[in-house]
């Protein structure tokens, strides 16, 4: 395998996770390079689930693990990670784990602020996980930002808790009418974490170039999706960085030149959480079949998945934003019971065809899909492990949607499983 990058082409939840944790194996270091713990990533490996929201899934593999300077990371919550994995009997100390210097500390008013925003708007929210990753963005852009280098140099940390927070307090107290944080208590809970994170924190970039120098393999992970970017997401109903694949280099500190495979992660059908558009979505009751079959509840906050049929218009639109060099198709299973099943080929808007995702929300929420409907399998594949066991309308399913996107798919996903994962073409070379 070479060097590879994992992306959502969806709304995210593709299952990015479960084929990270797959190709781990294969992979000498894993690399996270933007989000935060908005992110939720779940494996399945004997039967156990483990769902990791800012280390990179890699660890399961207890392979060399990198939090790049793209990230927010709650530092709060990062410890409670480590230490729900160490409970689990994965390493996750130094040794297994770096954190770039220059990663962007979420802050307690960062999560305030998110809450307070979110409710203040009422219905023309965004739904947002509440881990406060816009606000941390925010004051990253606006440079008043927080970073782990910060740490290292604790008075400075201190100045700049102090000073922030004027300004915070004021915009908390005054437009959220929300109670003020007192300094000294945002110190005191730093000072008693920050001796345990200080090991962890390193210069990502200059360790993974030397990774590369030394032929050692390089595993990206994404998170969220395509359509949550920053930039070409359904914007404002997005997330607060950029998902896409050219941020991996970004995020991370390598150059873009060193990507050999860009694969983008395809859930056989299609979901969202929280607010914003969704052409294909369903209302009916296929649509709950889709959330109950798959067991669509994020794997962050616990909210149901609001589920459709797959949709070409976005999967082509990732494929073009992100380069991608190949497709992993997940919880083709979840579709084993339906008599039909439709893939959404362009939209309808005032009587023209559309083919390309369009920026404007309101044109988005206007557009009607245009669909294809193709025949179900009507047979279980949960324990089909090559290609060509698989139902002949399970296996034109496939070969259509590569047709229509013009991508290559090479993994096939058939549950959660680490195992339950046809390789259909190799990437392992
Ligand atoms: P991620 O955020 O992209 O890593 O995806 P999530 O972990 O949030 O959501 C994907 C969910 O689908 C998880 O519960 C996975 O265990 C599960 N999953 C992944 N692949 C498959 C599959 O092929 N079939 C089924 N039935 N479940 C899967
Ligand atoms: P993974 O990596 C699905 C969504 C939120 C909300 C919007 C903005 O598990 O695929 P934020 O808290 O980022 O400001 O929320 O983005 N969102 C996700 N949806 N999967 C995710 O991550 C998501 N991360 C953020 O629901 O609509
Ligand atoms: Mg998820």
Same mark, same amino acid.
């Given at each position: 395998?070479?060097?590879?990058?994992?992306?959502?082409?969806?709304?995210?939840?593709?299952?990015?996770?479960?084929?990270?944790?797959?190709?781990?194996?294969?992979?000498?270091?894993?690399?996270?390079?933007?989000?935060?713990?908005?992110?939720?990533?779940?494996?399945?490996?004997?039967?156990?689930?483990?769902?990791?929201?800012?280390?990179?899934?890699?660890?399961?593999?207890?392979?060399?693990?990198?939090?790049?300077?793209?990230?927010?990371?709650?530092?709060?919550?990062?410890?409670?990670?480590?230490?729900?994995?160490?409970?689990?009997?994965?390493?996750?100390?130094?040794?297994?784990?770096?954190?770039?210097?220059?990663?962007?500390?979420?802050?307690?008013?960062?999560?305030?602020?998110?809450?307070?925003?979110?409710?203040?708007?009422?219905?023309?929210?965004?739904?947002?996980?509440?881990?406060?990753?816009?606000?941390?963005?925010?004051?990253?852009?606006?440079?008043?930002?927080?970073?782990?280098?910060?740490?290292?140099?604790?008075?400075?940390?201190?100045?700049?808790?102090?000073?922030?927070?004027?300004?915070?307090?004021?915009?908390?107290?005054?437009?959220?009418?929300?109670?003020?944080?007192?300094?000294?208590?945002?110190?005191?809970?730093?000072?008693?974490?920050?001796?345990?994170?200080?090991?962890?924190?390193?210069?990502?970039?200059?360790?993974?170039?030397?990774?590369?120098?030394?032929?050692?393999?390089?595993?990206?992970?994404?998170?969220?999706?395509?359509?949550?970017?920053?930039?070409?997401?359904?914007?404002?109903?997005?997330?607060?960085?950029?998902?896409?694949?050219?941020?991996?280099?970004?995020?991370?500190?390598?150059?873009?030149?060193?990507?050999?495979?860009?694969?983008?992660?395809?859930?056989?059908?299609?979901?969202?959480?929280?607010?914003?558009?969704?052409?294909?979505?369903?209302?009916?009751?296929?649509?709950?079949?889709?959330?109950?079959?798959?067991?669509?509840?994020?794997?962050?906050?616990?909210?149901?998945?609001?589920?459709?049929?797959?949709?070409?218009?976005?999967?082509?639109?990732?494929?073009?934003?992100?380069?991608?060099?190949?497709? +992993? &198709?997940?919880? %083709? @299973?979840? #579709?084993?019971?339906?008599?039909?099943?439709?893939?959404?080929?362009?939209? =309808?808007?005032? !009587?023209?065809?559309?083919?390309?995702?369009?920026?404007?929300?309101?044109?988005?929420?206007?557009?009607?899909?245009?669909?294809?409907?193709?025949?179900?399998?009507?047979?279980?594949?949960? +324990? &089909?492990?090559? %290609? @060509?066991? #698989?139902?002949?309308?399970?296996?034109?399913?496939?070969?259509?949607?590569? =047709?229509?996107? !013009?991508?290559?798919?090479?993994?096939?996903?058939?549950?959660?499983?680490?195992?339950?994962?046809?390789?259909?073409?190799?990437?392992?070379?």
């Amino acid at each position: 395998m070479g060097n590879t990058v994992i992306i959502g082409t969806q709304w995210g939840d593709e299952g990015k996770g479960k084929i990270v944790d797959l190709l781990s194996k294969h992979a000498d270091y894993v690399v996270r390079f933007q989000g935060g713990n908005n992110a939720g990533h779940t494996m399945v490996v004997n039967g156990k689930a483990i769902i990791s929201h800012l280390i990179p899934s890699g660890i399961i593999q207890q392979k060399k693990c990198f939090i790049g300077n793209g990230v927010v990371v709650d530092p709060f919550v990062l410890l409670d990670e480590i230490d729900y994995l160490i409970s689990n009997s994965i390493d996750a100390s130094p040794k297994m784990l770096r954190i770039s210097d220059r990663a962007h500390i979420i802050m307690p008013y960062h999560r305030m602020i998110d809450s307070a925003r979110e409710e203040k708007i009422g219905a023309q929210k965004i739904g947002t996980t509440g881990r406060g990753i816009g606000p941390c963005y925010e004051d990253k852009a606006a440079r008043r930002g927080i970073r782990f280098c910060d740490l290292l140099d604790f008075d400075l940390f201190k100045e700049k808790v102090a000073t922030i927070l004027e300004e915070k307090n004021f915009y908390l107290t005054q437009y959220y009418k929300t109670k003020a944080l007192d300094p000294d208590t945002v110190i005191r809970e730093f000072k008693q974490i920050k001796d345990r994170l200080i090991p962890y924190i390193d210069d990502v970039s200059v360790i993974l170039h030397e990774g590369i120098k030394n032929k050692k393999i390089l595993l990206f992970e994404g998170a969220q999706g395509t359509h949550l970017d920053i930039e070409h997401g359904t914007y404002p109903f997005v997330t607060s960085s950029s998902v896409v694949s050219g941020n991996a280099a970004n995020g991370s500190g390598v150059g873009p030149a060193c990507f050999d495979e860009i694969i983008g992660i395809v859930k056989a059908y299609a979901t969202r959480v929280g607010e914003g558009p969704f052409p294909t979505e369903l209302f009916d009751e296929i649509g709950d079949k889709l959330q109950k079959t798959g067991s669509e509840f994020g794997a962050t906050t616990g909210r149901k998945r609001r589920c459709g049929w797959i949709d070409m218009v976005v999967l082509k639109n990732a494929a073009k934003l992100n380069s991608l060099s190949g497709l +992993a &198709i997940t919880k %083709l @299973d979840v #579709l084993d019971d339906l008599d039909e099943i439709k893939i959404c080929t362009a939209y =309808e808007h005032n !009587g023209k065809t559309i083919a390309n995702f369009p920026a404007e929300i309101k044109i988005l929420q206007e557009c009607s899909p245009v669909y294809e409907t193709h025949p179900g399998w009507k047979e279980d594949i949960t +324990a &089909i492990r090559e %290609l @060509d066991d #698989l139902p002949i309308n399970a296996k034109k399913y496939l070969a259509r949607l590569e =047709e229509l996107s !013009g991508v290559k798919i090479k993994i096939i996903s058939v549950g959660p499983g680490r195992e339950a994962t046809i390789i259909k073409e190799s990437i392992f070379n």
